[in-house]
């Protein structure tokens, strides 16, 4: 009775370690090692993410909601009365309190994310809060196609991508998903798209650099629990010890990498596989990609959208930009 009365729960938790296991082991015997980004939003990596907004050398939090703050009539207006706000990626839902204050009479919010359980109790907070926005949260991965709930009212759709969560596609990928994201808010639909800058005479390397290697090494540690979640929920046996940050701006690519270097020839075993790192090889966990404003533009033009606007902060050090189609 026991094995038939496994929950709902229990079979999603079975099917996501399983599908973590598989990319796992793909990435570590790749003849050049990565691993994806998004396994790095565990309950532990989640606390450091939010730790990471709140540094001193993290700018990109603090400028989008700077801009979002000064801009929010605008986007309000853009909007329009009864329009439904549509997030990808949603996370704490945080940023989005923002946008339903400045619109008028907002219809329905529908928040985006893999993370089924986080999102829910984000939307039950936002709930209270909004008592008159129906919340219509979506449980699903927006990298793939996906499909909204039919929206209540009659007003515009507005889509909102804050946080430059863009820079984790390559630009290929980026503009791949924004003509996806075209697809599922529909003709007449505004997007709102927060993305960081590239180096410039504004902004340089430096403060790139700092932002992904902080002096208290909230980044390092957020880096290297990707390998202590892998210890934890596959049961292995990474020595974090042996492993090293490493985060570099490349000026070619207009990308920040992140990267865990192995201080040591050493194997580690990972789900029954023996796996070998060389000293010196590195595990490639993140790209975060970098526009300058043309590029950006030119990229939602390819996927069919037509920019209205974009807004920098005054360092121009962040971007965000409205879409129309
Ligand atoms: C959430 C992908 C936008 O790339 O800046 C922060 C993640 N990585 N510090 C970024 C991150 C290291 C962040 N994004």
């Known amino acids: 009775l026991k094995t038939l009365a496994r929950s709902a729960a229990e079979a999603t938790e079975e099917a996501a370690t399983a599908a973590f296991r598989t990319d796992v082991l793909t990435g570590?015997?790749?003849?050049?090692?990565?691993?994806?980004?998004?396994?790095?939003?565990?309950?532990?990596?989640?606390?450091?993410f939010d730790l990471i907004c709140r540094l001193p050398e993290y700018y990109p939090t603090r400028?989008?909601?700077?801009?979002?703050?000064?801009?929010a009539g605008d986007i309000g207006a853009?909007?329009?009365a009864g329009a439904t706000l549509i997030e990808f990626g949603s996370g704490s839902s945080e940023k989005v309190r923002l946008l339903l204050d400045a619109m008028a009479a907002p219809a329905a919010y529908v928040p985006i994310d893999i993370s089924g359980a986080h999102m829910r109790a984000a939307v039950a907070r936002l709930g209270r809060d909004y008592p008159?926005?129906?919340?219509?949260?979506?449980?699903?991965?927006?990298?793939?196609p996906l499909a909204v709930p039919a929206m209540a009212g009659q007003g515009r759709r507005l889509g909102f991508f804050p946080g430059s969560t863009i820079g984790n596609f390559t630009p290929d990928a980026a503009a791949g998903f924004l003509a996806n994201a075209g697809e599922v808010l529909g003709p007449g639909s505004a997007f709102v798209v927060g993305f960081d800058l590239a180096e410039s005479a504004a902004k340089g390397a430096e403060v790139l650099h700092a932002a992904y290697n902080d002096r208290q090494g909230v980044t390092a540690a957020f880096n290297l629990n990707l390998l202590a979640r892998i210890n934890r929920e596959l049961g292995a046996n990474f020595d974090l010890a042996r492993f090293r940050h490493d985060a570099f701006y490349d000026r070619a690519e207009r990308r920040v990498e992140m990267h865990l270097e192995?201080?040591?020839?050493?194997?580690?075993r990972i789900a029954g596989e023996s796996i070998r790192f060389a000293r010196g090889e590195t595990i490639h966990t993140e790209n975060s990609c970098k526009y300058t404003p043309a590029a950006f533009a030119r990229m939602a033009r390819h996927a069919g959208w037509a920019q209205r606007v974009i807004w920098t902060d005054p360092r121009e050090w962040f971007a965000v930009t409205v879409l129309e189609r």
């Open 132 to 144: 008159g926005v129906a919340m219509l949260p979506v449980e699903a991965d927006f990298t793939r």
């Open 28 to 48: 570590l015997m790749a003849p050049r090692k990565a691993l994806p980004p998004k396994y790095f939003y565990d309950e532990a990596g989640s606390r450091l």
């Open 78 to 80: 853009i909007a329009g």
């Open 262 to 268: 192995s201080l040591a020839d050493q194997r580690v």
């Open 63 to 71: 400028t989008e909601l700077g801009i979002l703050h000064a801009r």
